[in-house]
T-cell receptor, first 111, second 115 residues
């Protein structure tokens, strides 16, 4: 079953424009959600997690349980934000916890 | 700690050959994940271990794929025989502790090309 959905494979915006990367999840338990980012030629790394309720590099993401969404937003995109973004859901499986990812969105910020 | 270490970084092999990918998780982490990244499917979870025990291998595409974790500091992902459609970047990640807030740390990945 698809647990995490990122509907946009590719997203392009101009520098300075707002950007929103969509993420919807499906999980009957209490969700723990994350956004990971992969810059060109670098390893995947954590960008932010919903429980921290923090802003990282200008990005924020709010968990909306009613809409089962965790969209990533930034009011003014920068060229250095161009990267692959993955939404991830932590699922409990017995005593273990599995991290499952969406299919990713490639963000390109144009000059 | 040097983080999650994967080897090799790049692997080019001929169809039909056996391929072994290696991963050293961060010391103290008790969960290890193997993912495959392709343009078409994004990041797919292949298998994950908890305390060296495979918990869920439902993402392993075929019997040609197998993974082991003989101890807490080492894991392998083996493909035998390899096929061109196995070409992808394979990532290993680890996370640790009983604290549900611990993030997963990824290795640099192994770029596999099967010709």
């Amino acid at each position: 079953a698809q647990r995490v959905t990122q509907p946009e494979k590719l997203l392009s915006v101009f520098k300075g424009a707002p950007v929103e990367l969509k993420c919807n999840y499906s999980y009957s338990g209490s969700p723990e959600l994350f956004w990971y980012v992969q810059y060109s030629r670098q390893r995947l790394q954590l960008l932010l997690r919903h429980i921290s309720r923090e802003s990282i590099k200008g990005f924020t993401a709010d968990l909306n349980k009613g809409e089962t969404s965790f969209h990533l937003k930034k009011p003014f995109a920068q060229e250095e934000d161009s990267a692959m973004y993955y939404c991830a859901l932590l699922i409990s499986s017995g005593s273990a916890r599995q991290l499952t990812f969406g299919s990713g969105t490639q963000l390109t910020v144009l000059p | 700690d040097a983080g999650v270490i994967q080897s090799p970084r790049h692997e080019v092999t001929e169809m039909g050959q056996e391929v072994t990918l290696r991963c050293k998780p961060i010391s103290g982490h008790n969960s290890l994940f193997w993912y495959r990244q392709t343009m078409m499917r994004g990041l797919e979870l292949l298998i994950y271990f908890n305390n060296n025990v495979p918990i869920d291998d439902s993402g392993m595409p075929e019997d040609r794929f197998s993974a082991k974790m003989p101890n807490a500091s080492f894991s392998t992902l083996k493909i035998q025989p390899s096929e061109p459609r196995d070409s992808a970047v394979y990532f290993c990640a680890s996370r640790g502790g009983r604290d549900g807030n611990t993030e997963a740390f990824f290795g640099q990945g192994t770029r596999l090309t099967v010709v």
